[in-house]
């Protein structure tokens, strides 16, 4: 089992930026693809982005597609999602989470593990 700690959230002013980190424990990491899922109050969790265990492919939510970027180090277990020109609907807690399967999915149902959450709060 993979186990996986987010950081990097906070409060910030629409049109900044956040970068957050999801740091894996475990031998597999370079093996699994990840993702970023997030959930606003009273919503129910949603996709945000993924990328493959190599980092050759990715895929975004069209509500962040060209403003947020995931990508991974795993030479360091970490994967990033670096979050431009933000917008107060994109407050919510963000998820990190990781699949065995190598490839890309949008599906929450086809990841194994997952960290506790990091809270994103964009003022207007």
């Known amino acids: 089992q993979v186990q996986l700690v987010e950081s990097g959230g906070g409060l910030v002013q629409a049109g900044g930026s956040l970068r957050l980190s999801c740091a894996a424990s475990g031998r597999t990491f370079s093996n699994n693809a990840m993702g970023w899922f997030r959930q606003a109050p009273g919503k129910e969790r949603e996709f945000v982005a993924t990328?493959?265990?190599?980092?050759?492919?990715?895929s975004y939510a069209d509500s962040v597609k060209g403003r947020f970027t995931i990508s991974r180090d795993n030479a360091k277990n970490t994967v990033y999602l670096q979050m431009n020109s933000l917008k107060p609907e994109d407050t919510a807690v963000y998820y990190c989470?990781?699949?065995?399967?190598?490839?890309?999915?949008?599906?929450?149902?086809?990841?194994?593990?997952w960290g506790q959450g990091t809270q994103v709060t964009v003022s207007s």
């Open positions: 989470a990781g699949r065995r399967g190598g490839g890309t999915s949008r599906w929450e149902g086809s990841y194994d593990d």
């Open positions: 990328i493959n265990w190599s980092g050759s492919s990715t």
